[in-house]
């Protein structure tokens, strides 16, 4: 080694030194950047406490008691002329906003809305509902009630007192003032799509007993055993599967649900319920009868699968055997024909 040589990390080249320069800019931007969006981090989050929650109160000036939904999820029940409050965590008011509805007790929205914090704070966090100016509930509600317990005297000419043959056998029970034309297009539909003869049977009432004075509906599965006392050897005979049609709104007795579109049980007998009530129903106000036919249609399409073709149930929504039907929008979604390998 020569004499007086030095050892340093200093590039000796101008290339290498330019190229040091841009890298310890750039580290310097790096760390720069890190500690200003931290700052603002802390300085948002900080004062927005998003973790935290919010109160909010709800005064119902409807006729009627009313369900309050905040993105899907029940928050509140709200009588008429009272104010309800509950609370929720702020963050799911935050970025976009929630969904805020307000449901009677007819499965009809008489109050729709995005909510953000800004806008919470804007009214004091204190929500006020009107009574609705013109809503139309759906066929079967209120005063109509009941009268729709009682029994289709026209589905009686083309109704037979029994479903037992010697093959398998598909029967609908009119059960209360379903619609006989809905009925009747059922019928053909699962004629022409699948060939199956499907019998209606002997229209029935319901008895006003059945009705839960409270929440002014029925449990979805007594009004399947029903079934039972009415054609107990249809109900009985496993080559049968009967499903009562009804325009009667359901609920579930043993489930915390506002309602229930239907009730089937394939593992026993063979015998379910579609109830054609929120089949009617849209955000604010009601469908075409097109729309309502689709819609029982593919829940009752769904429970032939179950309990006539013995169809395993499906995770996928655009399934005609979709398991986790939550509401009419997902009836909406499901697509026929049922996958079956013999038409």
Same mark, same amino acid.
């Given at each position: 080694?020569?004499?007086?040589?030095?050892?340093?990390?200093?590039?000796?080249?101008?290339?290498?030194?330019?190229?040091?320069?841009?890298?310890?800019?750039?580290?310097?931007?790096?760390?720069?950047?890190?500690?200003?969006?931290?700052?603002?981090?802390?300085?948002?989050?900080?004062?927005?406490?998003?973790?935290?929650?919010?109160?909010?109160?709800?005064?119902?000036?409807? !006729?009627?008691?009313?369900?309050? &939904?905040?993105?899907?999820?029940?928050?509140?029940?709200?009588?008429?002329?009272?104010?309800?409050?509950?609370?929720?965590?702020?963050?799911?008011?935050?970025?976009?906003?929630?969904?805020?509805?307000?449901?009677?007790?007819?499965?009809?929205?008489?109050?729709?809305?995005?909510?953000?914090?800004?806008?919470? !704070?804007?009214?004091?966090?204190?929500?006020?509902?009107?009574?609705?100016?013109? #809503?139309?509930?759906?066929?079967?509600?209120?005063?109509?009630?009941?009268?729709?317990?009682?029994?289709?005297?026209?589905?009686?000419?083309?109704?037979?007192?029994?479903? !037992?043959?010697?093959?398998?056998?598909?029967?609908?029970?009119?059960?209360?003032?379903?619609?006989?034309?809905?009925?009747?297009?059922?019928?053909?539909?699962?004629?022409? !799509?699948?060939?199956?003869?499907?019998?209606?049977?002997?229209?029935? #009432?319901?008895?006003?007993?059945?009705?839960?004075?409270?929440?002014?509906?029925?449990?979805?599965?007594?009004?399947?055993?029903?079934?039972?006392?009415?054609?107990?050897?249809?109900?009985?005979?496993?080559?049968?599967?009967?499903?009562?049609?009804?325009?009667?709104?359901? &609920?579930?007795?043993?489930?915390?649900?506002?309602?229930?579109?239907?009730?089937?049980?394939?593992?026993?007998?063979?015998?379910?319920?579609?109830?054609?009530?929120?089949?009617?129903?849209?955000?604010?106000?009601?469908?075409?009868?097109?729309?309502?036919?689709?819609?029982?249609?593919?829940?009752?399409?769904? &429970?032939?699968?179950?309990?006539?073709?013995?169809?395993?149930?499906?995770?996928?929504?655009?399934?005609?055997?979709?398991?986790?039907?939550?509401?009419?929008?997902?009836?909406?979604?499901?697509?026929?024909?049922?996958?079956?390998?013999?038409?």
């Amino acid at each position: 080694m020569k004499a007086g040589r030095q050892y340093d990390i200093f590039p000796q080249t101008f290339k290498a030194r330019l190229l040091l320069t841009v890298a310890f800019l750039g580290g310097l931007t790096i760390v720069g950047s890190y500690f200003v969006l931290s700052a603002l981090a802390i300085g948002i989050f900080g004062d927005l406490d998003l973790f935290g929650n919010v109160e909010v109160t709800v005064e119902n000036r409807a !006729e009627q008691q009313l369900t309050i &939904y905040v993105d899907g999820q029940s928050e509140a029940v709200v009588p008429a002329g009272q104010t309800v409050g509950f609370t929720t965590l702020k963050l799911q008011w935050r970025f976009g906003g929630a969904l805020f509805q307000a449901v009677d007790n007819d499965g009809f929205i008489v109050f729709q809305g995005d909510f953000d914090l800004d806008d919470l !704070e804007d009214i004091d966090y204190h929500i006020v509902i009107e009574a609705p100016a013109g #809503a139309i509930a759906p066929p079967c509600s209120g005063l109509e009630r009941e009268r729709c317990l009682e029994l289709q005297t026209e589905l009686e000419p083309i109704a037979q007192t029994t479903c !037992e043959r010697s093959e398998r056998r598909v029967c609908f029970v009119p059960l209360g003032q379903v619609d006989p034309e809905l009925v009747r297009n059922l019928v053909q539909y699962y004629h022409e !799509e699948y060939g199956l003869e499907i019998g209606v049977l002997t229209p029935s #009432a319901i008895p006003t007993g059945m009705t839960n004075t409270d929440r002014k509906q029925i449990d979805g599965e007594s009004l399947a055993t029903y079934l039972g006392t009415l054609f107990p050897a249809d109900f009985d005979d496993p080559n049968v599967a009967l499903i009562g049609l009804t325009p009667l709104d359901l &609920y579930a007795e043993d489930r915390d649900w506002r309602f229930q579109l239907g009730n089937a049980n394939w593992s026993e007998q063979s015998r379910a319920v579609v109830s054609t009530y929120r089949m009617h129903l849209a955000a604010f106000g009601l469908v075409d009868d097109e729309r309502v036919f689709s819609r029982t249609q593919t829940l009752a399409t769904k &429970y032939l699968g179950l309990m006539f073709y013995d169809l395993p149930l499906s995770d996928d929504p655009k399934s005609p055997m979709f398991g986790n039907i939550l509401s009419v929008s997902d009836l909406d979604e499901m697509e026929a024909p049922l996958p079956l390998f013999i038409r």
